[in-house]
């Protein structure tokens, strides 16, 4: 009964920000390991940011794109300032109760994953 509900995503010009929100039912967020991922058509899925206590970015994301949570509302959140597109992607929200901080890039060790939302930038 873990659900993941994305939201936020559009379409947007090179430069432009958008937020991107998941927001979580069945588990609070607090304790858990939270992450974003997207995929481009034709890629794998690449990991972007993750948060539990610490927070981590892919190295092509660090210093644009921000990970947030709001425990009161367990809602997640990825900021994402100066876009470029190569950031056009399909983003998803991931949540596992507890990973290891060496497991927080790898896609298939989180249990819970949201629908995805389509970001596409324009140049």
């Known amino acids: 009964q873990v659900q993941l509900v994305e939201s936020g995503g559009g379409l947007v010009q090179a430069g432009g920000s958008l937020r991107l929100s998941c927001a979580v039912s069945?588990?609070?967020?607090?304790?858990?390991?939270m992450g974003w991922f997207r995929q481009a058509p034709g890629k794998d899925r690449d990991f972007v940011a993750a948060?539990?206590?610490?927070?981590y970015y892919a190295d092509s994301v660090k210093g644009r794109f921000t990970i947030s949570r709001d425990n009161a509302k367990n809602t997640v959140y990825l900021q994402m300032n100066n876009l470029k597109p190569e950031d056009t992607a399909v983003y998803y929200c991931?949540?596992?109760?507890?990973?290891?901080?060496?497991?927080?890039?790898?896609?298939?060790?989180?249990?819970?994953w949201g629908q995805g939302t389509q970001v596409t930038v324009s140049s």
């Open positions: 069945g588990r609070t967020i607090s304790t858990s390991t």
């Open positions: 948060i539990r206590f610490n927070t």
């Open positions: 991931a949540a596992d109760p507890a990973l290891p901080n060496s497991s927080v890039r790898i896609p298939r060790a989180y249990d819970y």
